[in-house]
């Protein structure tokens, strides 16, 4: 095992990089960042049009949503290999194919992440901030939204794992992420497959791992925060109620 | 517009209706086989973690963080190519009397769900106050009967929401198994689309399929979380 990982460590890290394409983790990572950044906007933007009275703008976001829902991933990637060539009216890469895909997925997924963080905002601060004269878009953006943003971080970053997975999807359509060099290293020694696929599982597993205990650790500080046992500088204050118990 | 439903409705005719036939069955057969599997195992998983055993409870939480942390389409591959490889000669023979491209998949899915249900299980089983718990036993219940009338039936119907999330998510997840060559409805419309060139008719009947029964998974679980809520004042 350890001597697969000293002969192609590097391919699994970069893929063919620096004689062909990038590819292997970096790719993962360039891929699930890339997808996390465009789709975030997006979401916040959903969110809105979800919660929104506005019929126009209600209806097509939860259709939108509910359809991505009901959808797997895959059949989403092979509808994006082959829309979005027509769309832009030349061939593109699988590469660019996928971003479109995590984009869209995730974009619905995280609009109900954001949808939920602004809901828990409680309603007396909407009206607290309305009553001092502040439009509506005012009220969102300087009151709402920064409050509900930073409870959500927890949640961004377990979303954020979820994308790390969904990359894996690359392997078919062909785009050279960790799982497809790991597959093209088994099909080079072609009599290790259980080693080459742990091997591939274990670097999920640890880059996952280490980001969903950064998520929970992140979760208990908000949740401190948020109840007031936390000061603004970071030390902690003693609580009576939670010591009593 | 009426070309479109035409040539949509050709691939239901022979020899494409068959392939998509066949696709509808295998997913069919992939999601209740490690639907059963991925419950089956997730309860006896949410037992152990709840025991009070803390080897046991650190063996679970070990397994229900690898599975939660790797991607569904790395467990299939590690199946297929990978376990299918080592395991001895007359477990690989029974195994791939099943077809190799259906039960390894299935067996990926199913144990990788199996974590999720057993995290679902365990958060209803921990929402209920122990209070109540206790309360029935100084009535006279036993364990057993505390458990059966008092504690389960509140925690399945807590963990009612997420458990059909995640059956819907086992269900779309099925459709992975495409990528060691399982003929199940995603291999099929790509079949049809090597064939026929229809690309765009072909993913709608898909895209329509999974779509269906996914939105009657999540309204299905719906209407029986809203019978079976417990009346609040």
């Known amino acids: 095992m350890f001597e697969i990982i000293a002969n192609n460590w590097q391919q699994l890290l970069v893929g063919q990089y620096p004689q062909g394409a990038l590819g292997g983790l970096a790719l993962t990572m360039i891929l699930s960042v890339l997808g996390l950044i465009i789709a975030f906007p997006l979401s916040v933007v959903l969110a809105f049009c979800r919660i929104s009275p506005y019929k126009v703008l209600n209806i097509p976001a939860t259709i939108l949503v509910y359809v991505v829902r009901g959808l797997p991933l895959v059949m989403l990637v ?11 009216g030349q061939s593109v890469s699988g590469f660019t194919a996928l971003i479109c895909t995590l984009v869209i997925y995730e974009a619905a997924y995280l609009s109900e992440v954001v949808r939920a963080g602004i809901q828990s905002i409680p309603e007396g601060q909407v009206e607290a901030a309305r009553s001092l004269g502040m439009s509506y878009r005012k009220t969102m953006l300087k009151v709402v939204l ?100 | 517009m009426p070309d ?82 080592v395991l001895p000669i007359f477990m690989q023979d029974t195994l791939n009397y099943f077809g190799s491209e259906f039960i390894y998949p299935a067996i990926a899915i199913g144990l990788c769900m199996a974590a999720y249900y057993s995290e679902d299980i365990r958060s209803g089983l921990r929402a209920i106050p122990h209070g109540q718990h206790e309360a029935s036993r100084s009535l006279g219940l036993s364990y057993l009967k505390s458990m059966r009338y008092v504690v389960i039936p509140q925690a399945l119907r807590m963990c009612a929401p997420p458990f059909i999330n995640h059956t819907v998510l086992l269900f779309k997840n099925t459709s992975l198994a495409m990528a060691v060559g399982a003929a199940e409805m995603t291999y099929a419309v790509r079949d049809i689309e090597n064939q026929t060139f229809l690309t765009f008719q072909a993913y709608s009947i898909a895209t329509l399929f999974y779509l269906v029964v996914s939105l009657a998974l999540m309204a299905l679980g719906s209407y029986v979380a809203h019978r079976t809520r417990i009346p609040t004042r």
């Open chain 2, 4 to 85: 479109f439903l035409k040539s949509v409705l050709s691939l239901f005719n022979a020899p494409y209706g068959e392939i998509l036939l066949q696709g509808c069955l295998l997913t069919t057969w992939l999601t209740v086989f490690s639907f059963v599997l991925a419950v089956m195992l997730g309860t006896c998983l949410a037992m152990l973690r709840v025991s009070g055993n803390s080897f046991c409870e650190r063996v679970v939480a070990a397994y229900v963080s690898y599975q939660q942390n790797v991607p569904m389409l790395v467990h299939i591959l590690l199946w297929y190519f990978g376990v299918s490889n």
């Open chain 1, 78 to 88: 092979f509808w994006s290999y082959f829309l979005v060539p027509v769309l832009v």
């Open chain 1, 146 to 245: 920064p409050q509900a943003l930073y409870n959500m971080v927890p949640s961004l970053i377990s979303q954020f794992v979820s994308l790390i997975k969904e990359t894996s999807i690359g392997y078919v359509i062909s785009v050279q992420e960790i799982t497809f060099s790991a597959n093209q290293i088994n099909t080079q020694l072609l009599t290790k497959p259980f080693e080459v696929f742990a091997i591939l599982a274990l670097t999920y597993y640890i880059l996952c791992f280490c980001l969903t205990q950064f998520a929970k650790w992140a979760e208990r500080r908000t949740t401190q925060k948020r109840l007031g046992l936390r000061s603004p500088k970071g030390g902690e204050l003693n609580d009576p109620v939670l010591e009593s118990q």
